[in-house]
């Protein structure tokens, strides 16, 4: 699928984000793209696209930041699971990765195969944030955890134990009433921002969220 940039000019609308008490300009695109059940496939295209055509095409005509530390990709449900693979695939490009309620199951968990790639090489560098609220997806197997929540928590247990910095370039948060909605997923946006960018202490710091996942308690997560 090839997609002419300039045909996203109308789409494309800069916001400021206030950062040590300066603003800063960016540029956000959205895309809204099914994804078939080949997600590998697929992902590899939509990356090739984002990095060998939409970046250079933004970078070229907006004044930009280009390096790893400004570029973020995110997304939700299934935008968040290819925002996890495209970090994984291009670290060099997208140093930020936020991932709202990701799709982990999907394609019988093919991510977790990706997962080494945050632990090692220039992926060491990348800061992640991963979320999941407690009232998305039913409970199949009765452990009294919703498939989505079980399954954000056995992907960033497996970080954790990799040696990934949770508070400092991994952030997990397990939202306490939170559903698998847009509502939901914009109430926590400026926490993830927050955390993406943070030069100062965290909002994981603030929150005083502990390591492990399977530590977390109603009283420890952000209430939406």
Same mark, same amino acid.
């Given at each position: 699928?090839?997609?002419?940039?300039?045909?996203l000019r109308s789409h494309a609308f800069?916001?400021?984000?206030?950062?040590?008490?300066?603003?800063?300009?960016?540029?956000?695109?959205?895309?809204?793209?099914?994804?078939?059940?080949?997600?590998?496939?697929?992902?590899?295209?939509?990356?090739?696209?984002?990095?060998?055509?939409?970046?250079?095409?933004?970078?070229?005509?907006?004044?930009?930041?280009?390096?790893?530390?400004?570029t973020g990709i995110g997304g939700s449900?299934?935008?968040?699971?290819?925002?996890?693979?495209?970090?994984?695939? @291009?670290? =060099?490009?997208? +140093? /930020?990765?936020?991932? $709202?309620?990701?799709?982990?199951?999907?394609?019988? *968990?093919?991510?977790? &195969?990706?997962?080494?790639? @945050?632990? =090692?090489?220039? +992926? /060491?560098?990348?800061? $992640?944030?991963?979320?999941?609220?407690?009232?998305? *997806?039913?409970?199949? &197997?009765?452990?009294?955890?919703?498939?989505?929540?079980?399954?954000?928590?056995?992907?960033?247990?497996?970080?954790?134990?990799?040696?990934? *910095?949770?508070?400092?370039?991994?952030?997990?948060?397990?939202?306490?009433?939170?559903?698998?909605?847009?509502?939901?997923?914009?109430?926590?946006?400026?926490?993830?921002?927050?955390?993406?960018?943070?030069?100062?202490?965290?909002?994981?710091?603030?929150?005083?969220?502990?390591?492990?996942?399977?530590?977390?308690?109603?009283?420890?997560?952000?209430?939406?």
């Open positions: 699928m090839h997609i002419n940039p300039r045909q800069r916001v400021f984000l206030c950062r040590a008490g300066i603003k800063h300009q960016h540029t956000i695109l959205g895309f809204d793209l099914p994804l078939p059940h080949q997600l590998i496939q697929h992902a590899e295209a939509y990356g090739r696209f984002l990095v060998e055509e939409l970046k250079p095409w933004v970078d070229t005509h907006f004044r930009t930041r280009c390096g790893p530390a400004d449900s299934l935008g968040g699971l290819v925002s996890v693979f495209l970090g994984a695939e @291009y670290p =060099e490009t997208f +140093g /930020r990765i936020a991932a $709202l309620s990701p799709s982990f199951w999907w394609d019988d *968990g093919v991510i977790f &195969d990706w997962l080494p790639a @945050y632990t =090692e090489g220039p +992926g /060491r560098s990348l800061r $992640l944030w991963i979320d999941a609220g407690t009232l998305e *997806g039913g409970d199949e &197997d009765g452990d009294g955890l919703t498939s989505t929540v079980a399954d954000t928590r056995a992907f960033v247990n497996r970080l954790v134990q990799a040696g990934v *910095g949770f508070g400092e370039r991994l952030g997990y948060l397990e939202v306490w009433g939170g559903r698998h909605d847009e509502s939901s997923w914009a109430r926590r946006f400026p926490a993830i921002m927050g955390f993406l960018w943070a030069d100062g202490p965290t909002q994981i710091e603030r929150l005083r969220l502990k390591p492990y996942a399977n530590h977390l308690r109603p009283e420890q997560t952000l209430r939406m």
